[in-house]
């Protein structure tokens, strides 16, 4: 109840000649008075998948994969679920409105927000916004919403008084996600969620890809006094991660390995999950990528908060890197701060709280005197410092025995702070509870979780979901099993080298980063998972996806693997994890880490998939539980039909037609026989577009490289590369196996790509319309876009 309807109410008792009692307005599910008598200054604000009540009763955290939102209340640490609310489809964000009355909850899969009553707990209204909208975050006085529409690279804002739309900014950015606005209510901050190329680069892409300093991460200004952008924070690349972390070699810069550590490495703001206000400043968490080769397992991605000037709408410190210092914490404490999603501060000092979902931890941060960010990690090996991580396990399970890596909250990706500074919730997306934390008194050492609520219902055990949920969690924890090595052992595990990486730091969702990483095979775009299988067709038994009658693709750029399971190469040498295989296909034990490497073929002699129930549920939850990205272009629009036209005249169904977009699909129970592998490849399934170009090693400058070698050796391309899916093609510029093309158009551009699907090689697409419509139809399809299916795979070009 605002102030208003009290005033109305008072003036209505005392005319009729009734006693107004202030206290008899409180509801039991969000505010009224008790938000009243509690108002302060008005604060920053700033998306999260979790918030409190002005009043600090009630909690209310999303369950995405429920499309629910959940209702606690936490008066007096009475820490119960009161009510689980149904929403639209994949709740990412709530918002509490000042007065706790209203509720406001995006939902990305369905295009949506619902405006909740907090007092009868129900869904008063729908409003229909941007594509895929995920953040959100209303003005201090309560009275806009402004909302991140991440496929749709528009930011709507809504009337709370009307709940109606009132405006839809443009020309925020590519992926706006996370939301944050000053107090005085001027400035909306939204995070750009995946790097981008700095405009001032001379250089071409196909250098630029690759390197560290070649994205920069971004973050779009808005003037909310009349919804206008005022401009871009560029967040820049670090120059040099830290001392800890110098590679052996540079792949770039033509230097292969020497055994000898000591290349600086870089690495640019990437993954910028969330956006906080503490003053005049704005904190950034994100996961920084560092791809330029040789890859190891702590020169690839790193852990970062960067900091913006809000009143200068400049980049206000150096990115901090939090992995620095962790590296001279002993074993048993040891343990890195891998994907930070979101931070809190408290309102009495300068100390917050980042949950780092890879790890399921908050990690205590502190603000220096001029605003800057430190974890307060040791300096040196006999430096004990003073990190702080609070692990996500109530008094009951904090001395359990968990070797498999399922006790207590996990994937934490938001946390809150009640008005006092006493408490912390934290929303734990893969276990669906939220965790309770005494993060009071002055003595930070005794911070730690009172209690866990659940959220909302886990998949039964025994289930095909429960294994899909298990691989999903898998996927994106830093820790898993419990192992027998320094850097697999408890506090970390077998997932990563104490903690380091996850699948989600290149595949977020199980999508894509975007960046070209340099790899072994050469430069490599993280491939978007959600078309591994063709979507509804997996044949999962006893928790593993039965092949070929999943149809699932090869795998990698140059059809190097034939089963999700072979990646647990990528878990052993690329995140430096002890592994999931204990026992190899021919009954042997099999070694942690590197060691193992030889027992784990990519493609033959022996299978992967079976080994391990754990590396099987990964594969499961890839075939049956990624949601693929929603084209904000409908398919039925008048530019994507005739796009679709061009599109199966000029055969480009012949290459990437098929339920699936792509004709690439095995056809075998692996492993493959000896004949279908040259060079490593499945060489059945490449095809040569015109993609590949020799001189583009030959220049000494350009990214067609192989890393990891003790020689400089061009990239593999020569025999062709894997057909990608289209399935949500516009998600995942740039383009082509070396990101070589910037956009869509870029590709379209190339005329030996564009005619290899006719037998006659002709060209409809020398006229510039025609590509525009092409395009207008790839940037349409999505996974509810109808398959062309009259595909006939070309006779020459693909193949040996």
């Known amino acids: 109840m605002n102030t208003r309807q009290i005033v109305r109410q008072i003036l209505a008792g005392a005319i009729l000649g009734i006693p107004f009692m202030l206290g008899a307005v409180i509801w039991a599910g969000g505010g009224s008075a008790a938000a009243e008598a509690k108002k302060q200054d008005p604060t920053a604000t700033r998306s999260s998948p979790i918030a409190i009540t002005h009043s600090d009763g009630y909690v209310w955290s999303v369950n995405p ?7 606690f209340n936490v008066t007096d640490d009475q820490n119960t679920k009161v009510a689980e609310i149904n929403v639209g489809k994949e709740p990412w964000c709530v918002a509490i409105t000042p007065d706790d009355e209203k509720a406001y909850v995006t939902n990305m899969a369905s295009g949506t927000v619902s405006v909740i009553s907090t007092i009868r707990k129900e869904v008063i209204h729908t409003i ?50 996370g939301i944050a606005i000053s107090a005085d209510g001027a400035r909306v901050m939204v995070t750009q969620f995946l790097a981008l190329k700095p405009d001032d680069d001379p250089r071409p892409i196909t250098q630029s890809e690759g390197a560290d300093d070649g994205r920069e991460g971004r973050v779009t200004v808005i003037n909310a006094y009349n919804d206008h952008v005022l401009g871009v924070v560029r967040l820049a690349p670090l120059a040099d991660v830290g001392p800890a972390f110098r590679s052996d070699g540079n792949t770039l810069q033509r230097e292969p390995l020497t055994t000898v550590f000591n290349n600086v490495s870089g690495a640019f703001p990437n993954l910028l999950e969330s956006i906080t206000i503490k003053g005049n400043l704005a904190y950034v968490p994100g996961t920084c990528s560092s791809p330029n080769g040789p890859f190891r397992f702590n020169v690839n991605v790193q852990s970062c908060l960067s900091t913006v000037d809000i009143e200068q709408n400049l980049e206000a410190f150096e990115t901090l890197n939090m992995n620095v210092g962790v590296n001279f914490e002993p074993v048993g404490k040891k343990l890195f701060n891998t994907n930070p999603f979101s931070v809190a501060f408290k309102r009495s000092s300068g100390e917050g709280f980042i949950a780092l979902a890879a790890t399921n931890r908050l990690l205590r941060v502190t603000l220096n005197d001029d605003g800057s960010p430190t974890i307060n990690p040791p300096l040196n090996a006999g430096d004990p410092g003073n990190i702080i991580r609070i692990a996500l396990k109530d008094p009951g399970e904090i001395g359990l025995v968990d070797d498999d890596d399922r006790v207590g909250g996990q994937n934490p990706r938001g946390v809150v702070l009640n008005s006092t500074d006493t408490r912390a919730y934290v929303m734990d997306f893969l276990s669906r509870d939220i965790a309770v934390v005494d993060v009071s008194g002055d003595d930070p050492t005794l911070y730690r979780t009172l209690a866990r609520i659940q959220s909302a219902d886990l998949p039964a055990p025994g289930t095909d979901a429960a294994t899909v949920q298990r691989g999903k969690y898998l996927f994106n924890t830093a820790i898993g099993p419990v192992g027998s090595q320094p850097t697999s052992v408890r506090p970390a595990g077998r997932m990563s080298d104490t903690g380091w990486g996850t699948c989600y730091s290149c595949h977020p969702n199980a999508l894509t980063d975007t960046v070209t990483w340099m790899f072994a095979d050469g430069p490599r775009q993280a491939i978007s998972m959600e078309s591994t299988f063709e979507f509804g067709a997996a044949n999962i038994v006893n928790g593993v996806p039965l092949l070929p009658d999943s149809h699932q693709r090869a795998l990698n750029w140059s059809a190097v693997r034939d089963e999700v399971q072979d990646f647990t190469r990528n878990v052993r040498a690329v995140s430096g994890g002890g592994g999931l295989i204990r026992i190899d296909a021919n009954g042997a034990a099999v070694p942690e880490g590197a060691a193992g490497l030889a027992q784990l073929p990519d493609l033959r002699p022996t299978a992967n998939s079976g080994l ?11 075939a049956v539980g990624v949601r693929a990205p929603i084209s904000p272009i409908p398919s039925h629009s008048l530019g994507a039909l005739v796009g679709r036209a061009v599109f199966e005249v000029q055969g480009c169904q012949n290459c990437h037609g098929g339920k699936n977009w792509t004709i690439s699909q095995l056809d075998y129970t692996p492993p493959p026989t000896a004949d279908e592998v040259v060079d490593a490849q499945l060489v059945r399934f490449l095809c040569r577009v015109g993609t590949f170009d020799p001189n583009l090693f030959a220049d000494n400058m350009s990214n067609e490289i192989r890393a990891n070698n003790v020689a400089n050796v061009q990239a593999r391309g020569v025999l062709g590369f894997n057909v990608p899916s289209l399935i949500s093609v516009f998600a995942s510029a740039p383009y082509l196996h070396s990101g070589a093309a910037a956009s869509l158009d870029d590709v379209v551009e190339n005329v030996t790509h564009r005619t290899a699907g006719r037998a006659d090689h002709a060209d409809i697409l020398t006229s510039p319309l025609l590509r525009r419509f092409l395009v207008q139809f790839l940037k349409s399809i999505d996974r509810d876009t109808p398959p062309v299916l009259n595909v006939t795979p070309p006779a020459e070009g693909c193949g040996p």
């Open 65 to 71: 994969d429920n499309d629910s939102v959940s209702v």
């Open 128 to 177: 229909k916004v941007g594509t895929e909208p995920f953040g959100c975050a209303l003005t201090p006085n309560g009275r806009k919403l402004y909302v991140a529409n991440q496929s749709s690279d528009t930011v709507s804002v809504i009337d709370t008084r009307r709940n109606r739309v009132i405006e839809t900014i443009g020309q925020v950015g590519v992926k706006p996600h």
């Open 612 to 622: 391990s129930a754990d590396l099987d549920a990964i594969a499961t939850y890839l």
